[in-house]
């Protein structure tokens, strides 16, 4: 994209023109369910005591403007990720390296490999899992040299809990609905047009990667019922965007859900002698249905194991012979750490996953330079970088969390780090802060509208089951690899954090440039 594509774009609006985008793309959103239930902050819980109300997600007014090579590589490079992370997930000596130097200094990543460790002594009794997982990028432009090639490089990749799907498909019809009744003024219709809209099959193609596990589990060996399991948090904001899922499953995969409060999970699920997950729903007590898949949306943060029991329910749902989404160890392999080592320099690791050059060379250029903050020689080095104002204005702290809000950026990273004994250091990792193109537009959160600098993050879905094991001739198979759609997310550029539900950005589309 020439850095001037943007020029103009989107063009200011008259206040009837405005009247106008607004109303329609108000409507339309609650009427398709591109909806958040209202933040506490926004509608005060007393104001809706039967939890009726709805909120329109927010969203950006114009798709924006990303370039076109950049996505399609995005989206081009996505089964070679989902072979990557299978293929991790799958290596558990190798992830077993990782996890030894977090475990000490890691609670969280602990308790997940105790689970892990637990259910394999007594043995897996499903050797299929599945990920739903998300690749999320930013362009990145050299500030040395804005005129050299803007490339895609790597934030970071999801394997649990890959959230937006459902909401992304919404937005991308609703950008092109909102062209379609000419809500978007003449000028902008050179760069706006449909041909350069991209609608996103996340929520259709996500759903089918549930029904394809659904299908591989097989039948009831006790003829029960089958059903899919939602493991969600409670309350849910974004309840919306994973309903997109749970109804695509259902209408265009005929296979029924359930959506079950973290929480809840030992009142209302048990294992049978063989382990298979039963799992009985409150308003049909007579009826026991058979759990093929467990789809994680809670989990990935210490704040869903308030008490010891939701350790018991992780364990009861890892020890079944429901298929995971994902497993422990899946879930594990989207550690930062992991990203890290990846992105080791001349490290072996990508190849050891991934056999073809090609595709390892493919990868490897969406990698941003990350560092460990540990004491072997990368590791002095960048414990120098961050711990100076100045050279660590370049970097983004993280953590091995996931969900948003973890991260410790750019010159608050040396007070942080003065502060936390120097043995927990290696719990984080030192990420280089990718420098994506300046670009306008207005956001819509809360009914108060938003216009200046934004900062696009481009995410791309990948549905991925396999086999694990090492004993039978199939172990180690990918029996379903696809690219699943797309997420654009966009925040204001005064923001470092970039999620939707963590309030910091919203929903978008692109516009191919
Ligand atoms: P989480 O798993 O909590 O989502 P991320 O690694 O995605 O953690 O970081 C959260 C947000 O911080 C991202 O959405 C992005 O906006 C910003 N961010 C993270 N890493 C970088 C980076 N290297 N360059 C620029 N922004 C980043
Ligand atoms: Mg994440
Ligand atoms: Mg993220």
């Known amino acids: 994209m020439g850095i ?75 089964t070679a990720y989902n072979e990557l992370y299978s293929a991790i997930a799958r290596d558990e000596e190798w992830l077993r390296g990782i996890v030894e130097e977090l475990i000490d200094i890691d609670d969280f990543v602990g308790k997940l490999w105790q689970t892990h460790l637990a259910v394999k002594k007594e043995g897996y009794v499903q050797n299929l899992s599945l990920g739903l997982f998300r690749s999320d990028y930013m362009v990145h432009v050299d500030q040395g040299n804005p005129s050299s090639p803007s490339g895609l490089k790597q934030v970071e990749f999801n394997t649990i809990a890959s959230s937006f799907g459902g909401l992304s498909s919404q937005v991308s019809r609703l950008h092109k609905y909102l062209l379609s009744i000419n809500a978007y003024p003449s000028s902008a219709t050179s760069l706006v047009k449909e041909e350069a809209l991209r609608q996103s099959k996340s929520a259709s193609s996500l759903a089918q990667g549930l029904a394809a596990a659904h299908k591989a589990y097989g039948p009831s060996s006790t003829g029960r019922a089958l059903c899919v399991l939602f493991v969600v948090q409670d309350p849910e904001r974004n309840v919306f965007d994973q309903r997109h899922l749970e109804y695509a499953l259902f209408e265009e995969n005929g296979v029924r859900a359930f959506r079950l409060p973290f929480e809840q999970t030992l009142s209302h699920t048990e294992l049978d002698t063989d382990r298979t997950l039963l799992y009985t729903p409150p308003n049909s007590p007579l009826t026991t249905y058979e759990v093929t898949t467990i789809y994680f949306r809670a989990g990935y943060s210490p704040d869903d194991y308030p008490e010891e029991k939701e350790w018991d329910a992780r364990l009861q749902l890892e020890r079944s012979k429901a298929i995971k989404c994902p497993s422990v160890l899946t879930h594990l392999a989207g550690c930062k750490k992991v990203q890290q080592v990846l992105a080791t320099p001349h490290s072996p690791h990508l190849k050891r996953f991934l056999p073809n050059e090609q595709v390892a060379a493919k990868v490897l250029s969406t990698f941003a330079p990350i560092y460990p903050l540990d004491d072997s020689e990368a590791g002095q080095e960048a414990k120098k970088l961050a711990r100076d104002v100045h050279s660590a204005a370049r970097y983004v702290l993280k953590p091995q969390r996931e969900g948003g809000g973890n991260n410790v950026y750019r010159k608050a990273i040396p007070g942080f780090l003065e502060k936390l004994p120097q043995t927990h250091w290696p719990a984080y990792i030192l990420m280089e802060m990718i420098e994506p193109p300046p670009l306008t537009n207005a956001i819509l959160r809360n009914g108060q509208l938003q216009r200046g600098g934004v900062i696009g993050e481009l995410g791309v879905y990948g549905v991925c089951l396999w086999r694990n094991g090492t004993d039978d001739k199939d172990a180690g198979q990918v029996l379903e690899n696809w690219e699943a759609g797309y997420l654009l997310r966009t925040k204001g550029d005064q923001s470092e954090e970039g999620g939707v539900a963590a309030g910091f950005g919203a929903v978008d589309s692109v516009v191919l440039t």
């Open 4 to 78: 001037n594509a943007q020029e103009g774009y989107p063009p200011e609006l008259s206040s009837e023109e405005q009247e106008y985008l607004l109303t329609n793309l108000k409507d339309w959103s609650i009427a398709h369910g591109l909806a958040v239930r209202p933040a506490p902050s926004f509608v005060q819980p007393a104001q809706d005591p039967a939890g009726v109300l709805a909120a329109t997600a927010p969203v950006t007014l114009f798709p924006s403007l990303f370039p076109r090579n950049c996505f399609e590589e995005g989206l081009a490079i996505q």
